[in-house]
């Protein structure tokens, strides 16, 4: 299921009220807060979604709730609104890895084209770190000995040059290679090498 969920973030009730409605009309779930600090508060529990933050709020900026993301290591996209924007703040916030930058007045149609291009990067990243999450934990089922054939076999080298680049028999190799398969899931060549190369970029 595509991702739907946006947190707004914005301490003007009435401007919560009328972007969350009308993020809601195109099916977004949306979930407001009043400030960053409530956000961050209720933060640990939230599932991923798209963040629409105001800048100048109360208690902590929008630029320094990216800041504190970042910190965190949360990678969700934030999408930063104001009606007092220039250039440097749209410099820091981009800087600061926002996925986009509107003035209010908002077009309403920019925005929800906005959004959904961020949930879709989002998804997509989302969708990677769990496919490298799985490689991973396969991986770790090798032994080092299955590590250094599956490290050949992504190289190129045959079962022979395999064998003869780590001294022992081609057999020895083959039945390394079916190991290999039964541990990583898969009989396919090629899945083995993204397997590998997918360990090898951790």
């Known amino acids: ?14 401007v919560r009220e009328a972007l969350g409605f009308l ?4 099916g977004l ?21 798209c963040i629409v933050t105001d ?6 900026t929008g630029l320094k709730l990216q800041e504190r ?13 104001t009606g007092h924007g220039d250039v440097e703040a749209c410099r820091v916030a981009f800087r600061n890895g926002a996925a986009d930058f509107l003035t209010k007045p908002i077009d309403e149609q920019v925005l929800i084209d906005t959004v959904q291009a961020a949930l879709a990067r989002l998804e997509a990243m989302l969708a990677a770190e769990a496919d490298a ?8 089922r090798l032994s080092e000995r299955e590590r250094e054939i599956l490290a050949l076999i992504a190289e190129g080298h ?6 003869r680049r780590l001294g022992i028999s081609p057999r020895t190799v083959d039945t390394h ?8 899931e898969t009989s396919s060549l090629a899945e083995m090498v993204r397997l590998h190369l997918q360990g090898a970029d951790r």
């Open 1 to 14: 299921m595509s991702l739907r969920l946006v947190h707004l973030i914005d301490d003007d009730w009435e």
């Open 23 to 26: 993020l809601r009309t195109v």
């Open 29 to 49: 779930d949306v979930r407001g807060y009043q400030d960053a600090l409530a956000f961050l508060d209720a933060l640990p529990g939230l599932p991923p979604g």
């Open 55 to 60: 800048i100048r709020m109360p208690r902590l």
């Open 69 to 81: 993301l970042a910190a965190s290591r949360y990678r969700w996209p934030v999408i930063v609104i």
């Open 133 to 140: 999450s799985s490689a991973r934990q396969r991986l770790e």
């Open 158 to 163: 045959s079962s022979k040059e395999a064998a």
């Open 177 to 184: 290679r079916a190991h290999l398969a039964e541990k990583l």
